[in-house]
């Protein structure tokens, strides 16, 4: 930051506001007035047209009964690959690629089953020591299940600083033991991007497959699969994609292993015109649809139509732009007025290395995220000393993000935060 040109004003908050092309998105939303929600990355907000489109789901149960897997606007038995299409674009990947089914874990699961060969030599899964736990439980299963010890099979690239991982200690960590790599595209915590495109590479130069987690980078950045080459992907839409708590997740399975056998079947792995056919040699579909298990969760489906409408419609280039103004806005603001209270930011400050939140560590970071809510801000907590702040391109405001800051210094200042135990509550 310049220190002497940056303006730290209300006012230049407002301007900011008055020149983005994408405010008007706020108003497809439900947002609670004097209520700052800066936590979108955990689970985003209700709009208007998500709604709209779970309600039309109902409508078509109430109207067609059985008949609503081939009636409707919407019609059920194709709309997990319909969705996969309107997904596709938000990671640069092809229609067939993609298939909206299951939870991150579950598709993990499905993945790894899929994925994970061991023979010969090459028998391990790497993974790193800062993912999301659920990945990890999910990989130490499907070692169990093909017979190995996971204290022994799942090699965890150990980080520097406690914060990111580099990615030069990943490649040194791919010998030639490892089968499979599974790791974030965003890191929970700090917000780091791994370069998705390097990591492949240096792994299919040492015959490995890889797929990453895009739990943290769905609908908060671009994606380039086509040009990556990643073996596959898994994510869930209730975060950055706002289709509501326990929505049905995505997955992505690159074309060139269209044809292989999922490692988990069900009927719905089906090519569509055989699922009915009812025989019990199971004809799997050529494309990303094999890796289904069973019947799609409609109800659960249903936000997701109107939610990628409006990602259609603002183009994931334009989010991408306005996400890392508002987080470089964000961290010049917190610089300028936090000085001298304790605050580290953890999250990288580089534009290409930078998800879509801020990491704030702090020690006394549990109580002051609960100072934070009774002061109307939403942030959340990630132990042990972390606030997560993101600002959401598609609903926050610039005003959003000043008027934040200030509530922080306010706290700070009036130690507000001595209130609260340093305890986190029990969904933080
Ligand atoms: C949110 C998140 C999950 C959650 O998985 P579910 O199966 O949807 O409960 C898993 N992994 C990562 C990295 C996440 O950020």
Redesign the pocket.
């Known amino acids: 930051m310049q220190e002497n040109t940056f303006d730290s004003s209300y006012d230049y908050a407002c301007q900011l506001d008055k020149k983005d092309e994408l405010a008007s998105f706020r108003n497809e939303f439900y947002m609670k007035e004097d209520i700052i929600y800066l936590d979108g990355n955990?689970l985003g907000l209700l709009s208007k047209r998500a709604e709209k489109s779970l309600l039309e789901l109902l409508d078509a149960w109430k109207q067609f009964g059985i008949d609503g897997w081939i009636e409707g606007n919407y019609p059920w038995y194709d709309l997990s690959e319909r969705l996969g299409g309107m997904l596709a674009p938000l990671i640069g990947a092809s229609p067939e690629e993609v298939i909206v089914t299951?939870?991150?874990?579950?598709?993990?699961h499905q993945m790894a089953a899929t994925f994970y060969e061991p023979k010969g030599k090459k028998t391990k899964i790497l993974a790193d020591e800062l993912?999301?736990?659920?990945?990890i439980y999910a990989l130490q299963s499907q070692i169990k299940v093909k017979g190995y010890d996971p204290d022994t099979h799942l090699v965890q690239v150990k980080s520097r600083d406690g914060r990111t991982i580099e990615e030069s200690d990943i490649i040194d960590t791919m010998t030639e033991e490892i089968a499979l790599i599974v790791l974030?595209s965003v890191l929970?915590r700090s917000g780091q991007i791994l370069n998705m495109k390097r990591l492949t590479e240096e792994a299919h130069k040492r015959g490995i497959l890889i797929g990453f987690?895009l739990?943290?980078s769905i609908g908060a950045m671009t994606h380039h699969f086509a040009e990556w080459n990643i073996d596959f992907a898994?994510?869930?839409n209730?975060?950055y994609l706002n289709a509501g708590p326990?929505s049905v997740?995505g997955l992505y399975v690159n074309k060139k292993h269209f044809g292989r056998r999922p490692g988990l079947a069900g009927w719905f792995s089906s090519k569509k015109e055989k699922q009915f056919d009812m025989e019990h040699t199971l004809t799997p579909a050529e494309n990303a649809g094999a890796y289904q298990i069973g019947t799609p969760h409609v109800l659960s489906i249903a936000p997701l139509i109107g939610s990628l409408e409006i990602f259609a419609e603002a183009g994931m280039e334009n989010l991408r732009k306005k996400s890392l103004h508002m987080t470089r806005y964000m961290m010049d603001l917190i610089t300028h007025e936090l000085k001298d209270m304790g605050f580290t930011l953890g999250n990288p400050t580089d534009d290409s290395r930078r998800g879509g939140h801020i990491y704030l560590e702090h020690e006394e970071a549990a109580r002051i995220c609960k100072a934070l809510k009774v002061n109307g801000v939403i942030p959340d907590f990630r132990a042990p000393n972390g606030i997560r702040l993101a600002p959401v391109a598609l609903y926050n405001s610039y005003e959003d993000v000043w008027k934040s800051v200030q509530l922080l210094k306010k706290i700070m200042a009036e130690q507000q935060y001595k209130q609260f135990e340093n305890k986190r509550g029990i969904i933080a």
């Open positions: 955990s299951g939870s991150t874990t579950t598709n993990l993912t999301f736990p659920s990945d974030p929970y987690d739990c943290h898994v994510w869930c209730y975060k326990g997740g």
